[in-house]
């Protein structure tokens, strides 16, 4: 039996130490709206807010979900708003990823 919040909060004590008993109901966050699109490095997809209370306000309605299978053992995303550009830090050891897609991955990705 789970409890959770107006915020959407919920607790879940399991005997399953694998399984959170912390969590967010299935109605709060983002969800994918459209196709998840093929990039040269890995995939995009376009995420629209669920109507759920909001945590810190000025929720960004529609995000840019950015994927990338850099290597075997690294993936990374990057969530953005598609409408604004926002700055970046730049960081002397983090440069934009080019290349192919890794491939034999020792992970898995859903979205």
Do not use: M
């Amino acid at each position: 039996q789970s409890t959770c919040t107006l915020r959407g909060c919920c607790w879940s004590p399991e005997s399953n130490t694998s399984v959170p008993w912390c969590f967010f109901s299935s109605n709060h966050g983002y969800k994918v709206d459209g196709s998840i699109r093929s990039t040269e490095a890995g995939f995009e997809t376009t995420l629209t807010r669920l109507p759920s209370p909001s945590f810190f306000g000025n929720d960004i309605n529609i995000v840019l979900l950015t994927g990338e299978y850099q290597t075997p053992n690294r993936f990374r995303f990057k969530i953005t708003d598609p409408k604004t550009h926002r700055f970046e830090v730049p960081h002397e050891h983090v440069r934009s990823f080019t290349g192919s897609a890794a491939s034999n991955l020792n992970y898995k990705v859903d979205v």
